[in-house]
């Protein structure tokens, strides 16, 4: 499946954005979706995945209470909505597609490119 991430910019802390990814070349509900972040100097770290039904989802606690993931099956689409951003979520964000929820957060079968989020201060 290819994935393709957009909707990254510049924002003040405190504000929102919302990050779309759109999936081709497979069945979109076969696939768990989730996002991950890498900040500079930093490793990649999971922040948020859904199931493929879209019934349940599992979330970094960094993000926990400020991002929502959610996805259109009938679009191909996954979202990022980030609320209250803070300048520690600077980073490059990627959309990913696995197997299950379960597994996608420690293995993803791929990946799209990454959209970069910058917040300021």
């Known amino acids: 499946v290819q994935l393709q991430a957009s909707g990254g910019g510049l924002v003040q802390a405190g504000g929102s954005l919302r990050l779309s990814c759109a999936a081709s070349?497979?069945?979109?509900?076969?696939?768990?979706l989730g996002w991950f972040r890498r900040a500079p100097g930093r490793e990649r770290e999971f922040v948020a995945a859904i199931s493929r039904s879209g019934g349940d989802t599992i979330y970094a606690n960094s993000v926990k209470g400020r991002f929502t993931i959610s996805r259109d099956n009938a679009k191909n689409t996954v979202y990022l909505q980030m609320n209250s951003l803070k300048p520690e979520d600077t980073a490059v964000y990627y959309c990913?597609?696995?197997?299950?929820?379960?597994?996608?957060?420690?293995?993803?079968?791929?990946w799209g490119q990454g959209t970069q989020v910058t917040v300021s201060s």
């Open positions: 070349g497979r069945t979109f509900s076969n696939y768990a």
């Open positions: 990913a597609a696995g197997s299950a929820i379960t597994v996608l957060p420690t293995r993803s079968d791929y």
